[in-house]
């Protein structure tokens, strides 16, 4: 089992930044890929960003040029850098990690909300 704890959610207004952090726990050693999905109220859940062991990246088109997902494989930790932040990216924010795609375990959520 792996076990994920997300970091660093909170309330910021539009055009602040702010960086989540998820690290993980257990059987690390049979991570692949660990990535950031979201779900906004009302909203089904989405791919936010992903990142592989080779550094292959995929990107939510929206997100592109705003947010940078990075990984230190040492401290077993994802990141989430978001700057530019919009009214439209409020929503939980859920660290996802796992061996083969679909990733399987997911974090609990951390809560992003941007607002004046």
């Known amino acids: 089992q792996v076990q994920l704890v997300e970091s660093g959610g909170g309330l910021v207004q539009p055009g602040g930044s702010l960086r989540l952090s998820c690290a993980a726990s257990g059987r690390i050693s049979s991570i692949y890929g660990m990535g950031w999905y979201r779900q906004g109220p009302g909203k089904q859940r989405e791919l936010v960003a992903t990142?592989?062991?080779?550094?292959?990246?995929i990107n939510l088109d929206s997100v592109k040029g705003r947010f940078i997902i990075s990984r230190d494989t040492a401290k077993n930790t994802v990141y989430l850098q978001m700057n530019s932040l919009k009214t439209e990216d409020t929503a939980v924010y859920y660290c996802?990690?796992?061996?083969?795609?679909?990733?399987?375990?997911w974090g609990q959520g951390t809560q992003v909300t941007v607002s004046s």
């Open positions: 990142i592989t062991d080779d550094g292959t990246t």
């Open positions: 996802n990690a796992g061996s083969t795609w679909p990733w399987a375990y």
